[in-house]
């Protein structure tokens, strides 16, 4: 994996235009995000909530408009993962049939994270997210609760420049829920940029800013501070 810059990130938006056929789901989108700060997008259902976030990723082709990390655009996945994008999905992506721990741990050591070291980061990523001893059990035996901390925990281990969330905390309790708001916090204090996708108006409270979509139209909410 190209080595990402160790300074802070800046995400900017222009112009964005992205549609699946005859449905435009983002539609002249504007957006900057900031290293050091949570930012959420909210909207309804089918807003474009996740293609934002999958164009971020560099997995969504623009019809216009563009999205560049560091002023630089972000053609495509290996574009993005090459700045340090990294997306915890919605519906999680996990490979049911692999542990919680293998989830974590088999992308680190496919970027070339050295086996001790992603071995340490992975039990430390599940013991954040509450799942220090259900490391070993398949994914398929886990809660959809727990299956989205595991989730949360394999995009904390890849220790991206620009993290982005789709519902993250869709499946959570309470707790759970304020957990991994507070990792996600810890991501943005490290120097990473953090975008969330969430419905969930105390969530996106949390955050320091709030955009929202509305069929494929961007508002600013709130700024961030
Ligand atoms: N692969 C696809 N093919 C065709 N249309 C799609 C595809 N993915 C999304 N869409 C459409 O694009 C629009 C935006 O979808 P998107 O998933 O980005 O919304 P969302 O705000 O994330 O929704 P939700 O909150 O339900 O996850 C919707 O009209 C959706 O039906």
Same mark, same amino acid.
């Given at each position: 994996m190209?080595?990402?810059?160790?300074e802070p990130a800046q995400v900017a938006v222009r112009g964005l235009r992205v549609a699946y056929g005859g449905v435009v789901a983002l539609d002249g989108?504007?957006?900057?995000?900031?290293?050091?700060?949570?930012?959420a997008v909210t909207g309804p259902s089918g807003a474009g909530k996740s293609t934002l976030l999958w164009a971020l990723a560099g997995a969504a082709r623009p019809a216009a408009g563009t999205v560049t990390v560091d002023g630089?655009?972000?053609?495509d996945?290996?574009?993005a993962v090459a700045r340090g994008v990294g997306i915890v999905p919605q519906g999680n992506g996990l490979a049911t049939v692999l542990t919680a721990r293998e989830n974590v741990l088999l992308p680190l050591l496919a970027t070339g994270v050295a086996a001790d070291d992603a071995g340490r980061r992975t039990d430390a990523v599940l013991d954040a997210v509450g799942l220090g001893e259900s490391g070993g059990h398949l994914v398929e035996e886990l809660s959809g609760g727990q299956q989205q901390r595991v989730a949360v925990a394999r995009g904390l281990?890849? &220790?991206? $420049? %620009? =993290?982005l969330a789709d519902e993250p905390t869709s499946e959570?309790?309470?707790?759970? &829920?304020? $957990? %991994? =708001?507070?990792?996600?916090?810890?991501?943005?204090?490290?120097?990473?940029?953090?975008?969330?996708?969430?419905?969930d108006p105390e969530?996106?409270?949390?955050?320091?800013?709030?955009?929202?979509?509305d069929e494929g139209r961007l508002t600013v909410v709130r700024s961030p501070q």
């Open positions: 190209a080595e990402a810059p160790a989108v504007d957006l900057d995000a900031r290293a050091g700060q949570v930012l630089e655009p972000v053609a996945r290996d574009a281990a890849a &220790r991206s $420049r %620009v =993290l959570l309790d309470h707790i759970n &829920r304020e $957990r %991994v =708001l507070a990792l996600l916090r810890a991501e943005a204090d490290r120097g990473a940029v953090v975008v969330m996708a969430t419905h969530a996106a409270e949390q955050a320091d800013g709030e955009v929202r979509l």
